[in-house]
């Protein structure tokens, strides 16, 4: 186990869930699955005619570790009822800088105003490859770090008590490209639902804990170099039982971001226990943006 590591779960709140490439929340009470492994560029004369006509922007949904873009399944259901186009990007939880240039890269294929929200970890993502973006209209921190310039998301996950992902993650070391050895973060199965999800039903927690996808700890402890939540309006989702991200550390970000904010009583994984709730609040950030 490497000094990052063993900072990290000494931090006892250091890492943090917040979701590319698949989770734990993989798997969303409807049972639909699928993360979507690239952004398809919009037919831009589809998406042209849509808003010029007063249509809807496309909504962007970036989870975070321990999850892949199945997490937002349910979320994306009541979206595209109500006449959303959305895109569910994967999200390469590999480092904070490369993670937000493939967000930007999904960004960049969209025609039209965009909706950018991102769960856990996915909200430092958002936060850095939104930055200077002409067509994010509005960020939705969803149970989602919003970290300042300089900070990363394993330091503001500690900043508080409360969180008791350190002890419950199990380390797995790797080789990278370089030959260097990098640390993938898992939380354990044993402690997933009480960790992670536990207003989920087990059953839906046991499949999400088998199927979760890493984070390395780099992830985690890389510090932002852009804060987009302060030229973007912004939103936010806090969840009071999160076991992950400490509520008192949810609200410090989302007053000082002077986001509009919507407390809910949820685990960590809300996308996946109170997704009405989760797409009502993006509805929202749309609507107050027109």
């Known amino acids: 186990m490497n000094k990052s590591t063993r900072r990290l779960i000494l931090t006892g709140g250091a890492l943090l869930a917040a979701a590319a490439s698949g989770t734990a929340l993989t798997f969303a009470s409807s049972g639909a699955a699928g993360a979507v492994g690239g952004a398809p560029r919009l037919d831009s004369r589809t998406t042209t005619a849509q808003h010029s006509s007063g249509g809807r922007p496309t909504i962007v949904l970036v989870h975070g570790a321990f999850a892949d873009s199945s997490s937002w399944n349910d979320v994306v259901a009541p979206l595209k009822q109500a006449g959303y186009p959305v895109v569910a990007a994967a999200n390469p939880l590999r480092g904070l800088h490369q993670d937000a240039a493939s967000v930007r890269s999904v960004l960049d294929s969209i025609d039209g105003p965009i909706v950018l929200a991102g769960h856990s970890y996915g909200g430092s993502v958002i936060s850095e490859a939104a930055a200077d973006h002409p067509q994010v209209k509005a960020l939705v921190y969803i ?62 927690t046991n499949l999400m804990a088998a199927t979760q ?35 008192a550390a949810q609200r410090l970000m989302a007053d000082r971001a002077g986001s509009h904010t919507r407390e809910v009583k949820a685990s960590h994984a809300v996308t996946v226990s109170q997704p009405q709730a989760v797409a009502r609040l993006i509805k929202q950030a749309d609507h107050a943006t027109r």
């Open 143 to 204: 149970a989602a770090f919003q970290p300042d310039k300089g900070e990363s998301s394993a330091e503001l996950a500690g900043k508080f008590p409360g969180s008791t992902l350190g002890p419950n993650l199990n380390p797995v070391p790797f080789r990278q490209a370089d030959g260097s050895t990098g640390t993938d973060l898992y939380i354990k199965q044993k402690a997933f639902h009480s960790q992670f999800a536990a207003d989920v039903p087990r059953r839906t």
């Open 213 to 247: 996808r890493p984070i390395t700890d780099a992830a985690l402890n890389d510090t932002a170099t852009e804060a987009a939540w302060k030229t973007i309006p912004s939103w936010a989702l806090t969840t009071t039982r999160d076991l992950n991200i400490p509520i």
